[in-house]
């Protein structure tokens, strides 16, 4: 998904890319509820909605500028920051301290951080000077921020429906979120011009669909901490993909530090 976002990002704007992946996913994942039983549905589901649809939207803008401006190797590994979050999240929020082998997964999630933007010349501070001077790693640190709080809002929901209804339902609220968005801002005529069927928006919506039933059918089976260890799993495609389909240097440099942050995620995930 990361690769073909950035790809349709070379010929049409961010707002019609993130429009693509929820209105072309829709028709897909309205069919599949005529075989889905409806649950009961009581506020906490329509609670669950309101907060995280917001939240996700804002999310996505920031995710589609950061691989728009930077680098796939640069930007996508950051999002092995989101279980790092979720730990800070439960320490302030709940008083749950993390244990001797989260503080570890974190500490291989920053040093690998470190390695992934420790570029030739970079000394001492040099690679935080790195990511604080790359603005689409700064997004993207923000939207790893905002995921930790919507993959936890997300099993919430999941809980107060099912893990087949809750995901058309959720894309659905993104989708009008994204209209209302766009009507407050008299956007609206320019985003249907914007969204014009193409190859881009199409293969975007079917992938969208079917990572969505995926996704919430993985976190209705096990824990979030551990779905999100597994899904991690993509950066280091990141890395290879912006390497391959996208001419993207330096490729034996950052893969040693996307590994070591896949190495903190599944450290938080599924050792922690």
Not at 66 to 90: H, K, Q
């Amino acid at each position: 998904m990361d690769a073909l976002c950035k790809r349709a990002l070379q010929e049409h704007c961010s707002r019609a890319v993130l429009g693509a992946r929820w209105w072309y996913a829709l028709p897909l994942l309205l069919a599949s509820l005529a075989v889905v039983p409806i649950p009961r549905l009581g506020n906490e589901f329509w609670l669950v909605l309101a907060v995280s649809a917001p939240l996700e939207v804002a999310a996505m803008h920031l995710y589609l500028q950061a691989i728009e401006l930077a680098p796939l190797s640069l930007t996508v590994p950051l999002l092995a920051w989101t279980p790092v979050f979720s730990a800070a999240f439960s320490a302030v929020a709940l008083r749950e301290l993390p244990s001797a082998t989260g503080i570890a997964g974190v500490l291989l999630v920053a040093s690998g951080s470190w390695l992934l933007y420790g570029r030739e010349g970079c000394a001492a501070l040099g690679p935080l000077r790195c990511l604080a001077r790359e603005r689409g790693a700064r997004l993207m640190l923000a939207v790893a921020l905002i995921f930790s709080a919507t993959s936890a809002l997300g099993k919430v929901g999941l809980t107060h429906s099912s893990a087949a209804f809750f995901g058309p339902a959720y894309v659905a609220a993104l989708a009008a979120c994204l209209a209302l968005t766009a009507v407050i801002r008299g956007e609206g005529r320019a985003m249907i011009a914007e969204l014009k069927p193409n190859r881009w928006f199409i293969a975007i919506g079917i992938g969208v669909a079917v990572m969505t039933i995926l996704h919430f059918t993985a976190i209705a089976m096990t824990q979030v901490a551990y779905m999100v260890a597994v899904k991690r799993s993509s950066l280091l495609v990141s890395v290879v993909i912006g390497r391959v389909f996208f001419g993207e240097r330096g490729l034996r440099r950052r893969l040693p530090g996307a590994a070591v942050m896949f190495a903190g995620v599944l450290v938080l995930g599924l050792l922690a």
